[in-house]
């Protein structure tokens, strides 16, 4: 028996002593140091990070359907027994098994891939319920990958919503089920052990349900209704901490006095000159707007917000040259080393192409510490004037000698402590040592993810906002078709044809590898049925989050270079990737993300000279997924698209479109949960508007809550 002290807590034969939000997970039954270290991955240390460990997605088992009465491209449940023993085929590195089931009304077929145990699991005679995605072939039907249910583990699952959350290699959702049932048990027996954060007089207001039943309805929801009753509560929550927090950041960013005062110099109008173009419009008004803050009296915090191809890198480097011409450091931070390398590669073409009086230098987490030395030198002694990298560049042995501007590039979000922790690096550290103030870098934070007006004012209250809508002249559409799954073939044959021009492609499916609870196109298997179907010679390869940076750097290097013709990926190439020679985007389940992501990953291609095309292949029969995916169809304007994903937003689909590539809440979505971010927004300005509210009783587990976001660094981003 595992005991923390207190009044016992019972699970089914087991007691724990009053559980605490603090405990580590290893006081749950089942959860020993090895299975705790896999749950560590994935963020989940204590019984708290446990209860807010939301599912992802739910499965709800479907109702028996006759062979006979199955539809192509559709998940269905049938009834079968095993009529033939299992045959195997090799494909490259795929090992495809068949089998047959049958009931009454026909014979289906039945392939597994990369399953080779599946020939002593499967006995002729058997009686399953076979439960998986079911595809036309010639005059029969075949079930691709099929869990197999016993008749009573299907009776048991049957009508009832199963919680799918993300996992890490090692981890199933039975283990992650099981933990969560004795924590959310825990929390219905003690009523102390979780406070209600939100005061009364607000959840009354807004209709909001407890925080116990929230938690309950979010992972085991007993229908439709509590989940929706839970997700409102949750994203409601989540909203309102961000705002609270952004209003902290807010009135600590508020007037900052230029530490870095800057004059504007030749170097920039060179620059400009010497451009075979012309800014555009839009581009010439918010460079303004940055040299205006860089002279100014008080230091920049701007967020530049630009549609893909907008010419965003152009500002950047303008503005990192001011801090250069005027004897400063500046830093230029990005999301992933591709990134980072990517933005390296082009400012040092600029360097000598231009003769801009940059000395850059690279700094990413994989370089050898012989790399990182050399680098941390020139750094501290101010032999580079340009740096750039990813958050290597606020690691503890980073010393700036005089660094005046920041740069991020889709942080979404870059918060007063990030650009501390930048302060505290510079020299602006031995002031603060002396009692003075810390000097604060001048900010500016860049996106292409485009946002509606009406949100961004939310989000970024505490920002100045610069919006460039203009292309640069002489950039070419990119083509669009939204398909079915019966279209698939012919894409293929389309790729081939673009890559016989000497052409490259890119496709983007949703999952990584193969999962029991989901029939979503994944990049391992994709990426052996295109190595099946297509011809030999071509070189296609996969990319995904899980691989290590330095493979990823050798994949998008080889890509790059045009040594793969192919490359399968999740949504790690979404941002800022440039590929000029892609002309292809393909993406699989596209009724699975949000617009404005499929933007983005639009955005990987139409890059260079060629006519581009990307291809949406819908696997939904959904009325909304099709009048979604035809706004994309018919623009290629991202402001546009994203009014429209927050006009088109459905509560049927509550965790399948997500725009993951934008401010990663954990559950809210500023898209799906406007509305929740709209009232969330007026709640934080009730709550501040009085003076010395945390201090007040009614507040006191709002402001502990807050606190405790900010010391446990809570995923809210930026903040």
Request: hydrophobic share 40%.
């Amino acid at each position: 028996m595992k005991t923390t002290g207190g009044t016992p807590v019972v699970f089914g034969k087991e007691r724990i002593m009053n559980l605490h939000l603090t405990d580590n997970i290893t006081v749950l039954k089942g959860i020993g140091d090895k299975t705790a270290a896999l749950f560590r991955r994935m963020g989940v240390e204590t019984v708290e990070d446990l209860l807010r460990f939301y599912p992802r997605d739910y499965d709800r088992i479907e109702k028996v359907s006759r062979i006979e009465d199955l539809k192509d491209n559709s998940r269905a449940v049938v009834r079968g027994t095993i009529c033939s023993g299992v045959s195997e085929r090799k494909t490259g590195r795929l090992v495809i098994s068949f089998s047959q089931a049958a009931d009454e009304t026909g014979k289906l077929q039945l392939s597994f891939f990369n399953m080779p145990y599946i020939r002593k699991t499967l006995k002729k005679g058997a009686l399953y319920y076979l439960r998986g995605k079911v595809s036309r072939r010639g005059n029969g039907f075949t079930m691709e990958q099929p869990v197999l249910l016993s008749p009573a583990e299907y009776e048991r699952q049957q009508g009832r919503l199963l919680p799918v959350y993300p996992l890490t290699t090692g981890l199933n959702q039975k283990a992650v089920r099981k933990a969560l049932q004795q924590a959310i048990e825990a929390v219905k027996k003690e009523s102390g052990i979780l406070p209600e954060i939100l005061p009364p007089w607000l959840r009354e207001k807004e209709r909001l349900c407890g925080i116990a039943e929230a938690l309950s309805g979010i992972h085991f929801p007993q229908g439709q209704e509590e989940l929706v009753s839970a997700k409102k509560r949750l994203a409601f929550e989540e909203f309102l901490i961000f705002l609270l927090l952004v209003k902290k950041m807010k009135d600590s960013a508020e007037a900052v006095p230029n530490a870095y005062p800057m004059i504007e110099t030749a170097d920039t109008r060179r620059f400009l000159e010497g451009l075979p173009f012309r800014l555009t419009e839009d581009q010439a008004r918010v460079w303004q707007e940055i040299s205006g803050d860089m002279t100014g009296s008080y230091t920049m915090n701007r967020l530049v917000q630009g549609d893909v191809g907008s010419g965003k890198t152009v500002l950047a480097a303008l503005s990192l040259l001011m801090a250069a011409a005027n004897g400063y450091q500046g830093a230029m931070m990005a999301p992933t080393e591709v990134l980072a390398q990517q933005h390296a590669q082009t400012l040092r073409e600029y360097t000598v192409r231009y003769h801009l009086p940059f000395r850059p230098v690279l700094l990413t987490g994989s370089m050898t510490a012989k790399e990182k030395r050399e680098a941390y030198e020139r750094i501290r002694t101010g032999d580079s004037n340009l740096i750039i990298g990813t958050h290597a560049l606020i690691q503890e042995k980073v010393v700036y000698h005089n660094l005046a501007l920041v740069i991020t590039d889709e942080q979404h979000r870059f918060g007063v402590r990030q650009r501390e922790v930048f302060s505290q690096k510079s020299r602006g550290a031995a002031d603060n040592e002396s009692g003075k103030a810390l000097r604060m870098p001048h900010v500016m934070v860049m996106s292409a993810t485009p946002i509606p007006r009406t949100l961004a004012v939310i989000l970024y209250g505490d920002l100045h906002v610069s919006v460039i809508k203009q292309l640069p002249t002489g950039r070419q559409s990119i083509k669009n078709c939204v398909v079915g799954t019966d279209w698939r073939s012919r894409a293929w044959k389309f790729m081939e044809k673009e890559i016989s021009a000497g052409r490259q492609v890119f496709v983007v499916c949703p999952m990584i590898e193969p999962s029991e609870e989901s029939e979503l196109e994944n990049v391992e298997e994709y990426t052996e049925k295109l190595r099946a179907v297509l011809p030999a010679a071509l070189r296609i390869e996969m990319l995904h989050g899980k691989m290590k940076p330095a493979e990823k750097n050798r994949l998008m290097h080889a890509f790059g270079e045009g040594m793969i013709d192919i490359l399968v990926s999740t949504t790690v190439i979404e941002v800022g990737v440039n590929i000029p020679n892609a002309t292809v985007m393909l993406i699989e389940n596209a009724e699975r993300f949000g617009l404005a992501q499929l933007h983005q990953l639009r955005g990987r291609v139409g890059r260079g000279e060629h006519q581009s095309y990307c291809i949406f292949i819908n696997g939904s029969e959904s009325d909304l997924a099709k009048e979604r995916l035809e706004v994309l169809n018919r623009s290629n304007d991202g402001f546009h698209i994203a009014e429209q994903d927050l006009k088109l937003r459905g509560p049927g689909d509550m965790f399948g479109v997500r725009q993951s590539g934008i401010l990663n809440f954990r559950i809210a979505d500023i898209y799906q949960d406007a509305d929740m971010l709209m009232l969330a927004d007026g709640a934080a300005a009730r709550i501040t508007a009085d003076a010395g509210w945390e201090e007040r009783e009614e507040y006191r587990e709002l402001s502990l809550y807050l606190q405790r976001s900010v010391r446990n660094n809570i995923d809210f981003p930026g903040i």
